[in-house]
């Protein structure tokens, strides 16, 4: 997401977080439910047999990125930006754990990208490492 936090095109993370960057509430004392901080769940064998990178994900409900929205992404100390906020939103209501893999396909201080087959290859990688664990072996 920002080659200043170190991303590169391609490189996959497992959120660590996930806040919003979309929710734009102008009004003191809001922020929190504006941020919607929620945990992803911790993965941290996941994370040190595949070697992934981990990251705060920033999550909203447009495709464009404002120079608003770029400001709050910056703000909530995000290293990933996608649509998954509803994800996040109805696991946590549920009281389902769960997980993001994000393979960066662009940056926001660089340059526009795509790394399918390494995005596809460590997809598959991951499915076959949950294949049959339970979560505390994650």
Same mark, same amino acid.
């Given at each position: 997401?920002? !080659? %200043? !936090? ?8 497992? *959120?660590?977080? %996930? ?20 945990? *992803? ?6 994370? !040190? ?20 929205? /770029? ?9 990933? =930006? ?9 696991? /946590?209501?549920? =009281? ?5 893999? =994000? ?16 995005? /596809? ?18």
């Amino acid at each position: 997401m920002q !080659k %200043v !936090k170190g991303a590169n095109i391609g490189d996959v993370f497992l *959120a660590s977080d %996930v806040l919003f960057h979309h929710r734009r509430i102008p009004i003191p004392m809001f922020d929190l439910y504006r941020v919607g901080l929620r945990q *992803a769940f911790s993965t941290p064998n996941l994370l !040190k047999e595949l070697n992934l990178n981990i990251g705060r994900l920033s999550t909203g409900d447009s495709l464009d990125m404002s120079t608003q929205d /770029e400001s709050l992404i910056i703000a909530n100390d995000a290293t990933l =930006k996608n649509m998954s906020a509803v994800v996040a939103y109805v696991a /946590e209501l549920l =009281k389902v754990p769960v997980m993001f893999l =994000k393979a960066l396909t662009d940056l926001i201080d660089g340059e526009l990208g795509s790394c399918d087959l390494c995005s /596809e290859e460590t997809a598959t990688n991951v499915i076959n490492f949950i294949y049959g664990k339970a979560l505390s072996d994650l």
